[in-house]
């Protein structure tokens, strides 16, 4: 079992910026890649940033491409989501969450965006952007 407890969200301004966290604790052997995901209401929640926890590897959704940025602090096993340039349609219910992918020794993990394919999930953490 992993345990993953996202913070950071807030209300904020469009063309400013927050950075989630998203701790996690538990079985960390189980999974190799992390998540960010958001869901607006009234939409499907949809994948927006991943990493390979092993390699450091990631991948982004169109949508954050260049404005957003995940990374890794393994000592503290937590994974952030620095969001810059914040437009009111990032307003959403951020959640981060864990998986296992194949990896490419020297390339890293075939990461997905595919919610289907996340085993462990946090409550999740508001972000809320105004014009």
């Known amino acids: 079992q992993v345990q993953l407890v996202e913070s950071g969200g807030g209300s904020v301004q469009a063309g400013g910026s927050l950075r989630l966290s998203c701790e996690a604790s538990g079985d960390a052997y189980s999974s190799n890649s992390m998540g960010w995901f958001r869901q607006a209401p009234g939409k499907e929640r949809e994948g927006i940033a991943a990493i390979y926890i092993g390699g450091g590897n990631t991948a982004y959704a169109d949508s954050v491409k260049g404005r957003f940025t995940i990374s890794q602090d393994n000592a503290k096993s937590t994974v952030y989501l620095q969001m810059d340039t914040l437009k009111p349609e990032d307003t959403a219910m951020y959640y981060c969450?864990?998986?296992?992918?194949?990896?490419?020794?020297?390339?890293?993990?075939?990461?997905?965006?595919?919610?289907?394919?996340?085993?462990?999930w946090g409550q999740g953490t508001q972000v809320t952007v105004s014009s």
């Open positions: 969450a864990a998986a296992h992918f194949p990896v490419v020794p020297g390339i890293g993990a075939f990461l997905s965006l595919n919610l289907r394919e996340y085993n462990y």
